[in-house]
């Protein structure tokens, strides 16, 4: 790691959810994480569906998107800011793990996320999505090295917890 340069890791939506929901495991993780030294990020897709949620969603979801939305800042969680070219790299990043079968048709998001996150030079995802944690780690690695991306592995809260203590 480069001097001067903070420790990060990217949150997923569920992770924001269950903040906005006041779960304890969530909040516990933030105040840990952040008191090591850490810069919570937020990929641009995560804040898509946040605001999806907040319009769309069905309640209490679309209520808890919207609290997420409005305490990123207070939770001192991060908006990773991407080019139009970084977001279209992530769009075939997702297209590449569709394709082969690593995410499901109905989580393309998920792909994007991880690229996004991989060009934010962020190494860990914070999620509780199944999907996500489920992936094979060395066909996850294989895509990321093809796409010439940074390998991003996601991680629950819980476990990322546990391992600081």
């Not at 946040?50 to 997420?68: M, R, S, Y």
């Not at 690593?102 to 991989?118: F, V």
Request: glycine letters at 4%; aromatic letters at 6%.
């Amino acid at each position: 790691m480069a001097v001067g340069r903070k420790k990060r890791l990217a949150l997923d939506a569920n992770v924001l959810l269950d903040l906005a929901e006041g779960k304890d495991f969530a909040h516990e993780f933030r105040e840990e994480f952040l008191r090591h030294g850490y810069v919570l990020v937020v990929p641009p897709t995560v804040m898509a569906e946040l605001a999806f949620l907040a319009v769309n969603g069905a309640e209490p979801q679309c209520t808890f998107a919207g609290i997420a939305l409005q305490e990123l800042s207070s939770w001192d969680c991060q908006p990773l800011t991407l080019s139009s070219t970084e977001l279209a790299v992530a769009q075939q990043f997702s297209l590449r793990l569709l394709a082969r079968g690593l995410i499901p048709e109905d989580e393309r998001n998920d792909g994007k996320i991880l690229a996004q996150t991989s060009q934010g030079l962020v190494p860990l995802l914070v999620t509780s999505d199944k999907h996500l944690l489920d992936i094979d780690e060395d066909r996850l690695s294989l895509a990321f090295r093809e796409a010439d991306l940074q390998p991003v592995h996601p991680v629950h809260p819980r476990k990322l917890l546990r391992a600081l203590r």
